[in-house]
């Protein structure tokens, strides 16, 4: 059997993702670069490393709403289906990862420490076990929500004026809770206690929406991506230095919770970056690169390997990488990172091999 039949090429989901989860785990070394009170330069250039690298939810989303789309809206699948297949895929690593955070690395925890089962039960739920399982609470609402996004995949179909309506009422709604959250929670009176809010499905309606339309309109998406890619370079560029100005006026020290993804500035951002991520793949594609796949192979692991990258990060940290990055900033920062990237990526292969070597004997006992 050749590769090819193996391991089949990947789509644009798949690049989303990958990039994604590459991008996410060097969010998690920066946090803990500022930890180490590094100069004011370092301190600035950490921030805009951040703010570069801050596209990880809405791009994994996005890939996440196209990939199920492809898949699954022109099939007979039905929702327990796709449930029970969804929890064996995403809910049962993320039980796992989260137990493993809050029983071996409670440390980790955001906002509290559990302290009773009730909050030891919320803290497992919310997102808080580790800083960031934000997203795993944000990211499995939408598996939930499926259905609701097949039904607007399906209603619009290839009509264009029903994919015309669907995008706008995304950007009403998106417009309308940037500004609720602006006004209520980003440096307003119901910024600590309404936190839950960062992880409620609508922050990133419109990344899921945008994904359910670029494979219903394929043709349509791929070909304006390809030809107008430098445009959507040009406004990647400028919400970049956007991004940065919001940042750097706060001031020191630099704080990354001054960079949320609930900004108008952000948000385009975001939808450059997903722009640019999907040219590259679909040049890739166009050419039939053997790289893609490669994407495809990686991009089935990258959900594993992002749970786990909090875990090889802490341990990285605590046998000389905060000692390391004390010394020497930089070259702690891209060490510790990209050990964490070969650890979780390499865990989640090992792990994902132990499990089917498990299967395996135990169902030739069975048959025995």
Request: net charge positive.
């Amino acid at each position: 059997m050749n590769k090819k039949s193996q391991s089949p090429r990947a789509d644009l989901g798949d690049y989303m993702k990958l990039c994604a989860c590459t991008a996410v785990m060097l969010q998690t070394i920066l946090g803990l670069a500022l930890t180490t009170n590094p100069s004011s330069g370092v301190q600035t250039g950490i921030g805009i490393v951040y703010n570069f690298v801050k596209f990880t939810a809405p791009a994994f989303i996005f890939g996440i709403l196209y990939t199920t789309t492809r898949t699954t809206i022109d099939t007979d699948l039905t929702y327990p289906n796709y449930i029970k297949k969804q929890w064996h895929a995403l809910f049962v690593p993320t039980i796992w990862w989260t137990a493993v955070y809050l029983f071996l690395m409670p440390w980790v925890q955001q906002v509290n420490q559990y302290h009773d089962i009730g909050s030891f039960l919320w803290h497992f739920v919310n997102g808080n076990a580790a800083p960031h399982l934000w997203y795993n609470t944000m990211m499995l609402q939408f598996i939930i929500l499926m259905p609701l996004f097949w039904l607007i995949g399906r209603w619009c179909g290839a009509n264009i004026r029903h994919g015309i309506i669907a995008a706008c009422g995304a950007i009403l709604v998106t417009a309308l809770w940037l500004w609720f959250y602006d006004v209520n929670i980003f440096h307003g009176p119901h910024m600590t206690d309404w936190y839950l809010f960062d992880r409620f499905f609508l922050s990133f309606f419109i990344y899921g929406v945008f994904g359910v339309l670029a494979w219903q309109y394929r043709h349509f998406f791929n070909t304006v991506i390809q030809k107008w890619w430098w445009l959507i370079a040009i406004v990647f560029v400028g919400t970049f230095v956007w991004t940065n100005r919001e940042l750097l006026a706060f001031g020191l020290p630099v704080s990354l919770g001054n960079a949320p993804y609930y900004k108008p500035s952000m948000t385009v951002y975001d939808l450059s970056i997903i722009g640019l991520i999907a040219a590259l793949g679909l040049f890739q594609l166009r050419h039939k690169m053997h790289f893609t796949y490669t994407v495809h192979t990686f991009a089935n692991f990258a959900y594993k390997a992002y749970l786990s990258n909090v875990f090889w990060a802490q341990i990285l940290w605590h046998i000389g990488g905060q000692q390391l990055m004390s010394a020497h900033p930089v070259i702690g920062i891209v060490g510790i990172y990209l050990c964490t990237w070969v650890l979780a990526f390499a865990s989640a292969f090992g792990l994902h091999w132990f499990w089917q070597n498990i299967q395996v004997r135990v169902l030739k006992r069975a048959v025995v």
